[in-house]
């Protein structure tokens, strides 16, 4: 749309803007929707329901443009508006849209609170709709709340800590209550994702049969729709799930599926996820040719779409299958991608895992372990490897024994030895000179600077200043303190304290796009005095208990890796690997004790 039209329908009035931001919303368009209904803010109004319906359509659409902090904002104008009017239905959706967007904000307390409130208001309404929704939105928030505490961990599916667990568990019984409701109301679409979300909670629970049945159900239901992304992802989850009960062959099958939907769609990094879920899958199978054949289909996806996550993991998996081939030449190539793209990312567990495998190889090849080592890395703690030459070796005793402790011979020393020592002792009573030198001029120095110091502290200190001219005597100066100083003193305290009062009042509610706030008053006048129930209060102080949060810093979010799937299963493949190359490790052997004396003759 052109600048020239927009700008003439600016000149609207306010409810002819806010239609106009919802029909581009509708349309697809959010960006050019969010100008029409800011422009109907600008307008104003005094309907406060049109201005409570244009708060909800731009928290929404703010939300949908994942600018969080605007669309937080508008849906808390939008709850304030909605309990100031008294409407119920107004207040539990406004705490539906807040709870999701402080669910996505990582408020994860403050969304509980809302989305709770959502749930007891449609209760009490006897919505079934608002009912399942607010359900749903529990669940999503406790399932994210259990992800989020959980990716701390590199711990598989089942083997999270209690917390972790608990939040899963709360999030399964929500959908579970969900899933209820829309089947009885004949909801489809929601049915399909209730089970999507089921299925998923129930894999990070480690019930993977039932994983497996609620998926199975979410497969139909897209197949019935023709739903083909939520097709692909259901057939990836179950691949996922028979990955842990150990049926590799019915994976393999599920992200052959997968793979076909992502090339039907024609997007690569969808394609690029299911070649290297099929490429540890043939790992685990022993399959490696065919392992090999994904993974670096694999790796020229992840390098068309520079992903450098992915290319590492790529040449991570495409190392381990050509050492498990034989192909040492050919790994130690991979393994040093590996550990150069590692470092390029900063992913020191990436470096470690790279290093320990080049070790490796250099072992099999008979090269010079210590050959082509970056000493540069800091931060890396390499793993002590074994060496036979060190296993052999006796330890030294570095404690003196008693005789020498009670003043037995002192051993010989050779002449370089003996001038050694004297050179030693004398270089060490230089230091201690000089030591002694740079301390008395540090001190001096210190003693300088803390004079300084201590006048500009004096500079800025405040002093009464006498109102005669002579000196007085000690008792008419505390008196002339008493009379004037303390008149003075209360009188500022008190002005303070006065102004801290008046900050602390509660005032009127303000809402932009409001033309008069004399509407507020007067409805507010005109209403039953209503006190606020419980939980509302219980709502109120989470949010405002949680403000602390705001100001702490967060940690830098994890480099995007497009290629790689969320749930890849790394940690099963890296202990089968584990595994396999303890088996390859050569031991030494056994010394045959040599026996004393000679043997007897018969």
Request: hydrophobic letters at 30%; aromatic letters at 6%; a negative charge.
């Amino acid at each position: 749309m052109d600048s020239l039209p927009i700008q003439s329908k600016m000149d609207c009035s306010c409810m002819e803007l806010a239609l106009e931001g919802e029909r581009q919303c509708k349309a697809g368009d959010c960006r050019t929707g969010v100008q029409f209904f800011e422009a109907a803010v600008q307008s104003g109004t005094d309907d406060l329901k049109t201005l409570s319906a244009i708060y909800s359509q731009l928290g929404n659409a703010y939300f949908y443009l994942q600018e969080y902090g605007k669309a937080l904002e508008y849906h808390k104008l939008d709850l304030s508006l909605a309990r100031t009017l008294g409407d119920k239905v107004g207040e539990a959706k406004a705490s539906g849209n807040l709870g999701n967007t402080l669910k996505v904000l990582g408020k994860f307390d403050e969304a509980i609170a809302c989305c709770n409130r959502h749930l007891e208001i449609s209760r009490e309404l006897e919505d079934k709709v608002g009912e399942a929704r607010a359900l749903y939105n529990l669940g999503n928030v406790h399932h994210a709340k259990g992800k989020h505490t959980g990716r701390c961990g590199d711990q598989d599916p089942g083997e999270f800590p209690p917390e972790v667990k608990d939040s899963l568990q709360k999030a399964a019984e929500f959908y579970e209550g969900n899933l209820l409701i829309v089947r009885e109301i004949g909801d489809k679409a929601a049915q399909g994702r209730a089970c999507g979300n089921l299925g998923n909670t129930n894999y990070l629970l480690g019930n993977f049969s039932a994983a497996i049945r609620y998926h199975e159900e979410r497969l139909a239901i897209a197949k019935e729709f023709g739903d083909k992304q939520a097709e692909r992802r259901a057939y990836s989850n179950l691949g996922n799930a028979h990955i842990f009960l150990g049926e590799f062959d019915v994976a393999a099958e599920k992200y052959r599926k997968t793979l076909q939907i992502a090339k039907l769609l024609g997007d690569k990094a969808l394609e690029a996820q299911a070649c290297y879920s099929l490429g540890n899958t043939y790992t685990l199978l022993r399959d490696y040719e065919k392992a090999i054949e994904y993974h670096m289909r694999h790796l020229q996806i992840a390098q068309e779409l520079s992903d450098r996550v992915g290319e590492g993991r790529a040449c991570w998996s495409l190392g381990n299958a050509h050492t498990a081939l034989g192909n040492h030449e050919d790994a130690m190539q991979f393994a040093n991608q590996h550990l150069q793209i590692s470092k390029e990312i900063g992913d020191e567990t990436g470096q470690l895992t790279a290093q320990m495998n080049l070790a490796d190889l250099k072992q099999v090849l008979g090269i010079n372990g210590n050959q082509h080592l970056d000493e540069s890395d800091v931060g890396i703690s390499r793993r002590p490897f074994r060496r036979h030459s060190m296993e052999n070796m006796e330890l030294m005793k570095l404690t003196p024994d008693k005789k020498g402790e009670t003043g037995g011979a002192r051993p010989k020393m050779n002449k370089f030895m003996k001038s050694a020592s004297v050179a030693v002792e004398v270089d060490r009573e230089k230091k201690d000179k000089q030591m002694t030198q740079e301390e008395m001029s540090e001190d001096s120095f210190f003693d300088l600077l803390s004079k300084f110091q201590s006048r500009r502290i004096d500079d800025q200190r405040c002093s009464f200043k006498p109102t005669a001219q002579s000196e007085p005597k000690l008792e008419s100066t505390e008196n002339s303190l008493k009379e004037t100083g303390s008149e003075e003193f209360l009188d500022m305290v008190a002005g303070i304290q006065s102004s801290r009062m008046n900050d602390q009042r509660a005032e009127l509610p303000r809402y932009p796009g409001l033309n008069s706030q004399e509407v507020i008053t007067q409805y507010l006048h005109n209403q039953p005095t209503e006190e606020p129930d419980d939980a509302f209060f219980e709502m109120l102080m989470r949010c405002q208990g949680s403000r602390i949060e705001d100001q702490r810093s967060a940690m830098p979010p994890p480099r995007p890796a497009p290629t790689v799937p969320d749930e890849d299963f790394f940690s099963l493949i890296q202990k089968v690997q584990s595994s396999r190359l303890e088996e390859q490790r050569t031991t030494l052997p056994k010394l045959i004790p040599e026996t004393t004396g000679k043997k007897k003759k018969k």
